[in-house]
């Protein structure tokens, strides 16, 4: 298996002819609101662009996961860092197979995406010759989490491949925890941006709460959601410290945009 990192949660899962991407923002530097105005600097979002090799491996999707996207239906209201117009455009100019949970479903769907499996929490379901595992993700701390567009981390186990575990946007659960010590998940990928909004508590994990989640996932960690958006504080180089502070950094992946990373197959 390879995890090909793009950009913020943008990446894809290479398993055999499969090319799975998850969460789609591919617009360009700046093509997207600032998503704090006050408590960051206001700037344009995403921050970077895609890095020089997005192109060619992006050539080769065949699927689609996408973790959340929307909130009551609303346009407005659509989680543009896990799904933008830009790559909505290119899933209907490919026509390209969804896999996203039932809620989102019925409101992309009506945007003409190719929504082919409806996931339910803690239900396994077939994908791809294997099974995927809706886990609830909790998008926020306190009252803001009831605003945000709660969606889904995914467990998948492909054939004759690594287990994965996509935490999606959300702080440390007991969901996340059940996750991470019954799944047994091979690699866990990590949502690290601490994102915050101007009227809020964090609605991503916060430093303690990766330092917990990296201890009691069972294998490799890959950090994700960094340095991408205006509303994301933390950075690499201080998850590294963090890390290595708690002697935890041999676990971890804290990929460049464009990295590629590669898991043997021990199945």
Not at 160 to 168: L, T
Request: with cysteine; net charge negative; charged share 25%.
């Amino acid at each position: 298996m390879k995890i090909h990192h793009l950009r913020n949660a943008t990446f894809i899962i290479e398993s055999g002819e499969s090319f799975i991407l998850i969460d789609p923002m591919l617009g360009a530097k700046g093509s997207l609101p600032p998503f704090s105005r006050i408590r960051f600097k206001s700037l344009k979002n995403p921050l970077v662009d895609l890095p020089s090799n997005a192109d060619s491996i992006l050539d080769k999707v065949t699927d689609c996961l996408i973790t959340h996207s929307q909130k009551f239906g609303i346009k407005a209201l659509q989680h543009t860092d896990h799904l933008d117009n830009t790559g909505e455009d290119f899933l209907r100019a490919r026509n390209t197979p969804i896999a996203t949970l039932e809620g989102d479903a019925i409101t992309l769907k009506k945007y003409g995406l190719n929504i082919q499996t409806k996931l339910e929490y803690w239900r396994h379901q077939s994908l791809l010759g294997g099974e995927v595992i809706a886990v609830p993700a909790h998008h926020g701390h306190s009252w803001v989490h009831t605003l945000m567009a709660n969606g889904a981390g995914y467990f998948l186990q492909l054939p004759g491949e690594p287990s994965i575990y996509i935490s999606g946007d959300t702080v440390y659960t007991t969901d996340v925890e059940r996750a991470l010590k019954e799944l047994k998940p091979d690699i866990a990928v990590m949502a690290s941006g601490t994102a915050t909004l101007d009227i809020s508590k964090p609605i991503l994990m916060t430093m303690d709460e990766l330092i917990k989640f990296v201890r009691a996932a069972p294998g490799k960690v890959v950090a994700n959601h960094l340095e991408a958006l205006n509303h994301c504080p933390t950075t690499r180089k201080q998850l590294k410290q963090e890390l290595e502070s708690d002697r935890l950094l041999s676990k971890v992946y804290i990929p460049d945009d464009g990295d590629v990373l590669t898991f043997d197959s021990d199945k």
